[in-house]
């Protein structure tokens, strides 16, 4: 079996609290220079723009040296670089610490603000902003958060322990629990306890339930209701598929509210629109710490528009 190749530490620091990008030059090829390869794998680059960073001396080896534009094809030579950063409209909410210490920080993340970075979201998000905040370049997320939800993340300080906080949401050793504001329906009888199969596919945005064994279950629970108003729902998932409790609560005829993909696809809403945000929270997680043995219980101290103040969430106030 072939061994992995050791990494070395990226020479590059962060930027905005973005690792470098890392490349590893194929072990076989045709190519005669790092440019052509460098060109081929960029493919969504304009190759004038790798010519570009080659030669301000932008991509460099490990050594932290730049790669001289006609530097010879060396195979499994890593490079690295950073990418372009795109203007992004800033998020205008705090991002709450909840409790930090030497092994793990947790947030209360606002509504609108992603977890890492992934697509049009990269600075803006909330790895990044904790990273340059907290001065931690080191910080990991130990799982996500939608970004249209608010509510508990946990991210971890030491990269060494990542895995085993990962595996707490893996195996399920962690109690997640939500709250959702959403239409009240006198008919419907809760508590419940909803299993279905749910298909998300890629490039189609919102996921929907088949036939089959169920892969997503989740504890519905009604928790009060206002006379000519929503109701607020306690939602307690066993399984993390994308969208899940979206889906599950949409499927008993109460959409959450500010729901942009559930019961209908809408269209985008202008960038830096944040009104009327997806009335849906990570209200609590517990878990025993793999590392320390404490038994942790947080709770996010957020409330969701819709139920703090129904007409001016309505309204986009």
Do not use: C
Request: net charge positive; no cysteine; aromatic share 6%.
């Amino acid at each position: 079996m072939r061994r992995r190749p050791r990494v070395p530490p990226p020479p590059l620091p962060q930027r905005l609290g973005i690792d470098p990008v890392r490349v590893r030059l194929p072990l076989e090829g045709p190519w005669a220079t790092a440019r052509e390869y460098l060109v081929e794998r960029l493919r969504g680059a304009d190759p004038g723009v790798v010519e570009g960073m080659l030669a301000a001396g932008k991509i460099v080896g490990a050594d932290g040296r730049a790669v001289a534009p006609d530097a010879a094809y060396e195979p499994g030579m890593f490079v690295w670089f950073h990418r372009e950063l795109p203007a992004e409209v800033p998020v205008p909410f705090p991002l709450e610490v909840v409790h930090r210490d030497e092994h793990i920080v947790v947030v209360d993340k606002p509504h609108f603000l992603a977890t890492t970075p992934r697509g049009s979201h990269v600075t803006e998000t909330a790895l990044a902003r904790l990273r340059r905040e907290l001065d931690l370049p080191a910080l990991g997320a130990a799982h996500r958060l939608d970004r249209l939800t608010a509510g508990l993340v946990l991210f971890t300080v030491r990269p060494e322990e990542r895995g085993a906080y990962q595996a707490l949401f893996r195996d399920k050793r962690v109690r997640k629990e939500y709250e959702a504001v959403a239409p009240y329906d006198p008919g419907l009888v809760l508590p419940r306890t909803v299993r279905s199969r749910i298909v998300k596919e890629r490039g189609v945005l919102a996921a929907y339930e088949v036939e089959g064994e169920p892969n997503a279950v989740s504890r519905i629970e009604l928790t009060e209701h206002r006379d000519g108003g929503p109701a607020r729902y306690r939602l307690l998932p066993s399984t993390g598929q994308t969208h899940q409790l979206r889906v599950h609560m949409n499927a008993l005829g109460v959409p959450i509210l500010g729901d942009p993909l559930y019961p209908v696809v809408t269209a985008p809403v202008p960038v830096g629109d944040f009104r009327r945000p997806l009335q849906l929270l990570a209200r609590a997680l517990t878990f025993a710490d793999p590392v320390t043995g404490v038994e942790h219980r947080f709770r996010s101290g957020r409330v969701l528009g819709a139920w703090g103040a129904y007409e001016e969430w309505a309204a986009g106030r």
